[in-house]
């Protein structure tokens, strides 16, 4: 129940494209679905956060998608370029009281490579 | 403004040793949280604490343990070490106790391998 399931492993886009990565959730306590973006030698930055009382938030070329009753979210890049080329993670948190407080459950990432 | 930083960037270690991690957080931020990165893998949860109290745990061995100092710093010791504790270690901050939305800004980590 604590586990946040992500897919693809690794991911291979043409400059241009769209990169779409997905995750699953089990625990319905969660609350707060980040994405966070992660280079070589630096710590993870967040990205873009959605809250499951919406279905979409969108910044920028990216955006997530949210479905509830699925338990499932995704990061939409679009118009992928180069600079995107990173390690993206999914994650998760709960709400006040229900033990997941103060803690981000990740993903296991995605290694995006966008070939110019 | 500066952002979280972490000492030290990079640390050896032979199995049995021990080790002390330092991360200074944002100013103002009063929360810190950690979380180790075994290469290939997310991040995984280690502490929280917020107001110098431990405010959260995850499923680590007794050899973890931390603290948070009065100016907000906090520090992270690692015990009797094992080749299996190789790992980036990353230290976050938020201004608040975590309730869900608050974001957390992470460090660079302290990269550290045990031999």
């Given at each position: 129940?604590?586990?946040?399931?992500?897919?693809?492993?690794?991911?291979?886009?043409?400059?241009?494209?769209?990169?779409?990565?997905?995750?699953?959730?089990?625990?319905?306590?969660?609350?707060?679905?980040?994405?966070?973006?992660?280079?070589?030698?630096?710590?993870?930055?967040?990205?873009?956060?959605?809250?499951?009382?919406?279905?979409?938030?969108?910044?920028?070329?990216?955006?997530?998608?949210?479905?509830?009753?699925?338990?499932?979210?995704?990061?939409?890049?679009?118009?992928?370029?180069?600079?995107?080329?990173?390690?993206?993670?999914?994650?998760?948190?709960?709400?006040?009281?229900?033990?997941?407080?103060g803690?981000?459950?990740?993903?296991?990432?995605?290694?995006?490579?966008?070939?110019? | 403004?500066?952002?979280?930083?972490?000492?030290?960037?990079?640390?050896?270690?032979?199995?049995?040793?021990?080790?002390?991690?330092?991360c200074s957080p944002?100013?103002?931020h009063k929360s810190v949280s950690w979380?180790?990165?075994?290469?290939?893998?997310?991040?995984?949860?280690?502490f929280q604490y917020y107001e110098k109290e431990e405010r959260g745990?995850?499923?680590?061995?007794?050899?973890?343990s931390a603290r948070q100092f009065p100016n907000y710093s906090s520090e992270l010791?690692?015990?009797?070490?094992?080749?299996?504790?190789?790992?980036?270690?990353?230290?976050?901050s938020s201004?608040v106790q975590?309730?869900?939305?608050?974001?957390?800004?992470?460090?660079?980590?302290?990269?550290?391998?045990?031999?």
């Amino acid at each position: 129940q604590q586990q946040v399931k992500q897919s693809p492993q690794s991911l291979i886009v043409q400059k241009g494209g769209i990169s779409i990565i997905n995750c699953a959730y089990e625990n319905t306590a969660f609350d707060y679905f980040p994405w966070y973006q992660q280079f070589p030698g630096k710590g993870p930055a967040l990205l873009i956060a959605i809250r499951p009382d919406v279905s979409e938030k969108k910044e920028g070329r990216f955006t997530i998608s949210f479905n509830k009753s699925a338990k499932q979210f995704s990061l939409h890049i679009m118009d992928s370029q180069p600079g995107d080329s990173a390690t993206y993670f999914c994650a998760a948190s709960g709400a006040p009281g229900s033990g997941n407080t103060g803690k981000l459950i990740f993903g296991q990432g995605t290694t995006l490579q966008v070939k110019p | 403004d500066a952002g979280v930083t972490q000492s030290p960037t990079h640390l050896i270690k032979t199995r049995g040793q021990q080790v002390t991690l330092r991360c200074s957080p944002i100013s103002g931020h009063k929360s810190v949280s950690w979380y180790q990165q075994v290469l290939g893998q997310g991040p995984q949860f280690i502490f929280q604490y917020y107001e110098k109290e431990e405010r959260g745990r995850g499923n680590f061995p007794d050899r973890f343990s931390a603290r948070q100092f009065p100016n907000y710093s906090s520090e992270l010791n690692v015990n009797a070490l094992l080749l299996g504790d190789s790992a980036l270690y990353l230290c976050a901050s938020s201004p608040v106790q975590n309730s869900g939305a608050n974001v957390l800004t992470f460090g660079a980590g302290s990269r550290l391998t045990v031999l």
